[in-house]
């Protein structure tokens, strides 16, 4: 067994030993962290009066957990990782990677056999075993078909990575047609599918694509021309906010004030670019943070045209291009014109094609931008503002233009988002959507649009999918709620994906301009913050 010697002692310490050691650390700092956030939860009772109760199984639970987790690493994931790149003397080969011992055939085919009949069997879980075993059995139907989709994605990795935005894209096309198929099969009725989709395709699919287009949005300014931004959701409120109040003061179509809120969200974006024109890094963060506080106050105070904290409701819906309405008192309700039954799933579903439509149509853009001296001018910027002057490139206009298109991607998404809700308010624009879309731009690896496509869909995915856990309860009580405890998750994710990989999801780059043969650029050639 491999041993570590301390240079501070002349004493000889076994890797469960240093675990153990390591372990008791790790208990006391999450007991300190967590005594006042998890042991302690404040409230409020019948008279009003703020009343203090104390969780300390739940606090001990956590505790264990990341004293058992610290141990297991140091003690056999440290020795196994560091064996994994040692080489066998007899045959000279590496051992197996953990890919192929953990992929294999048999357990492939036992969890395809588990989901489909955990599927089939869902609706009779309940009464053949009781409530309780049956979300543990819904559970581990989940963790089956993660391992199915796992197991796809390894055998065919080497197909997936050669035609992966092609495959990308078939599959978000095809997401909701699937979703709906497998409802309809699960509950044998295609009404019933098209109800059951209405969680899936809004919460997942839809939720997931508005960060997706806002993401690539700021991506513009900070991955592109390396502008930080912190007061990105300010663009996102205008296009809201214009969408809702010309929508429901003059009854324009979602249509004529689609390019109108990214014109506006892109004027607002060229005012905001001329004061911070000569900051950079933390000023430029500050300036940025200021701005996104101003907008929101803005909408707070001036109640006369905003309707302050109350917000807007009453926000017209979209229309099929103006041939169809989603509203079932219409005369021209899409059930009525094409014969259906009715149903709210039609809305969402074409919803989920309209937001999908302006993803690509911000990738195609951003894309396009790049290989113009626009975009060629604002890689220059990012890496170097000095040499990117010296080089005779206008950096006003190069920032103007950067703050310019990402806010007009924002306007478009507020104005989607104002039509998805049909009610808008202050408390949708706080800085923690900024904070979540620029940890998203950060963890895909900035500059990176499929690097930032899946940091979406892990994290807002991951945080909406806690609303699932319905099974945890039966752990921790029946007051034990998942979803509040989605921004921890969150934070842990960023600290874990950013020591694993500091240069986010997609650590390497492929530049605009290349020489013969275009080759990608690995992170470890940049500077830090780029990449």
């Given at each position: 067994?491999?041993?570590?010697?301390?240079?501070?002692?002349?004493?000889?310490a076994?890797?469960?030993?240093?675990?153990?050691?390591?372990?008791?650390?790790?208990?006391?700092?999450?007991?300190?962290?967590?005594?006042l956030?998890i042991g302690?939860?404040?409230?409020?009772?019948?008279?009003?009066?703020?009343?203090?109760?104390?969780?300390?199984?739940?606090?001990?639970?956590?505790?264990?957990?990341?004293?058992?987790?610290?141990?297991?690493?140091?003690?056999?994931?440290?020795?196994?990782?560091?064996?994994?790149?040692?080489?066998?003397?007899?045959t000279?080969?590496?051992?197996?990677?953990?890919?192929?011992?953990?992929?294999?055939l048999?357990?492939?085919?036992?969890?395809?056999?588990?989901?489909?009949l955990?599927?089939?069997?869902?609706?009779?879980?309940?009464?053949?075993?009781?409530?309780?075993?049956?979300?543990?059995?819904?559970?581990?139907?989940?963790?089956?078909?993660?391992?199915?989709?796992?197991?796809?994605?390894?055998?065919?990795r080497?197909?997936?990575?050669?035609?992966?935005?092609?495959?990308?894209?078939?599959?978000?096309?095809?997401?909701?047609?699937?979703?709906?198929?497998?409802?309809?099969?699960?509950?044998?009725?295609?009404?019933?599918?098209?109800?059951?989709s209405?969680?899936?395709?809004?919460?997942f699919?839809?939720?997931?694509?508005?960060?997706?287009?806002?993401a690539?949005?700021?991506?513009?300014?900070?991955?592109?021309?390396?502008?930080?931004?912190?007061?990105?959701?300010?663009?996102?409120?205008?296009?809201?906010?214009?969408?809702?109040?010309?929508?429901?003061?003059?009854?324009?179509?979602?249509?004529?004030?689609?390019?109108?809120?990214?014109?506006?969200?892109?004027?607002?974006?060229?005012?905001?670019?001329?004061?911070v024109?000569r900051?950079?890094?933390?000023?430029?963060?500050?300036?940025?943070?200021?701005?996104?506080?101003?907008?929101?106050l803005v909408?707070?105070?001036?109640?006369?045209?905003?309707?302050?904290?109350?917000?807007?409701?009453?926000?017209?819906?979209?229309?099929?291009?103006?041939?169809?309405?989603?509203?079932?008192?219409?005369?021209?309700?899409?059930?009525?014109?094409l014969?259906?039954?009715?149903s709210?799933?039609?809305?969402?579903?074409?919803?989920?094609?309209?937001?999908?439509?302006?993803?690509?149509?911000t990738?195609?853009?951003?894309?396009?931008l790049?290989?113009?001296p626009?975009?060629?001018?604002w890689?220059?910027?990012?890496?170097d503002?000095?040499?990117?002057?010296?080089?005779?490139?206008?950096?006003?206009?190069?920032?103007?233009?950067?703050?310019?298109?990402?806010a007009?991607?924002?306007?478009?998404?507020?104005?989607?988002?104002?039509?998805?809700?049909g009610?808008?308010?202050?408390?949708?624009?706080?800085?923690?959507?900024?904070?979540?879309?620029?940890?998203?731009?950060?963890?895909?690896?900035?500059?990176?649009?499929?690097?930032?496509?899946?940091?979406?869909?892990?994290?807002i995915?991951?945080?909406?999918?806690?609303?699932?856990?319905?099974?945890?309860?039966?752990?921790?009580?029946?007051?034990?709620?998942?979803?509040?405890y989605?921004?921890?998750?969150?934070?842990?994710a960023?600290?874990?994906?950013?020591?694993?990989?500091?240069?986010?999801?997609?650590?390497s780059r492929?530049?605009?301009?290349?020489?013969?043969?275009?080759?990608?650029?690995?992170?470890?050639?940049?500077?830090?913050?780029?990449?």
């Open positions: 067994m491999a041993v570590t010697v301390s240079p501070e002692r002349d004493s000889v076994t890797p469960v030993q240093r675990a153990t050691r390591e372990a008791l650390y790790a208990g006391a700092i999450s007991f300190g962290l967590f005594v956030f302690l939860k404040t409230g409020q009772n019948i008279s009003n009066e703020l009343v203090l109760t104390t969780r300390w199984g739940l606090l001990a639970a956590v505790v264990i957990a990341t004293a058992v987790g610290r141990f297991l690493y140091v003690a056999y994931g440290q020795p196994f990782l560091a064996n994994q790149k040692i080489t066998d003397v007899a000279g080969l590496l051992p197996a990677s953990v890919a192929s011992r953990f992929f294999q048999p357990a492939f085919i036992v969890a395809i056999i588990a989901a489909v955990l599927l089939v069997f869902n609706n009779s879980l309940a009464g053949w075993v009781g409530a309780e075993p049956a979300g543990y059995l819904q559970f581990l139907r989940a963790l089956a078909i993660i391992y199915v989709l796992a197991c796809v994605i390894y055998y065919f080497a197909f997936i990575h050669a035609n992966f935005t092609k495959l990308g894209i078939a599959a978000l096309v095809l997401y909701p047609i699937l979703v709906v198929a497998m409802l309809s099969l699960n509950a044998w009725s295609i009404t019933g599918g098209l109800q059951g209405l969680k899936w395709v809004d919460n699919g839809i939720q997931i694509l508005i960060y997706v287009m806002l690539w949005g700021l991506n513009i300014v900070v991955g592109l021309a390396g502008l930080l931004d912190l007061g990105y959701v300010a663009f996102y409120a205008i296009g809201a906010y214009a969408y809702a109040l010309l929508g429901t003061q003059y009854g324009l179509s979602f249509w004529i004030l689609l390019p109108a809120a990214g014109a506006m969200a892109a004027f607002w974006g060229v005012l905001l670019g001329f004061p024109l900051l950079r890094g933390d000023y430029l963060a500050i300036v940025t943070l200021a701005f996104g506080e101003i907008i929101r909408l707070i105070n001036w109640r006369e045209v905003t309707n302050g904290s109350a917000g807007i409701s009453g926000i017209p819906k979209v229309s099929f291009f103006g041939l169809m309405s989603f509203n079932v008192s219409d005369p021209n309700y899409i059930a009525k014109v014969g259906i039954a009715q709210g799933a039609y809305y969402k579903i074409f919803l989920y094609y309209l937001i999908l439509g302006l993803c690509l149509l990738a195609f853009v951003t894309i396009r790049r290989r113009l626009v975009g060629r001018a890689e220059a910027l990012r890496e503002e000095i040499a990117c002057r010296s080089l005779g490139i206008n950096t006003t206009t190069t920032k103007l233009t950067a703050f310019a298109t990402g007009m991607f924002g306007g478009f998404a507020g104005s989607f988002f104002a039509a998805r809700q009610f808008v308010s202050p408390e949708s624009f706080v800085f923690l959507e900024s904070a979540i879309i620029l940890a998203i731009v950060v963890l895909g690896g900035m500059g990176s649009l499929v690097g930032i496509a899946v940091a979406a869909m892990v994290m995915g991951g945080t909406e999918a806690l609303r699932e856990l319905d099974f945890l309860k039966q752990i921790f009580g029946p007051d034990f709620t998942p979803e509040l989605r921004m921890l998750l969150f934070g842990m960023m600290v874990i994906v950013m020591l694993w990989k500091p240069r986010g999801f997609v650590g492929e530049p605009t301009a290349f020489l013969k043969v275009r080759r990608a650029v690995s992170g470890s050639f940049t500077k830090e913050g780029h990449g």
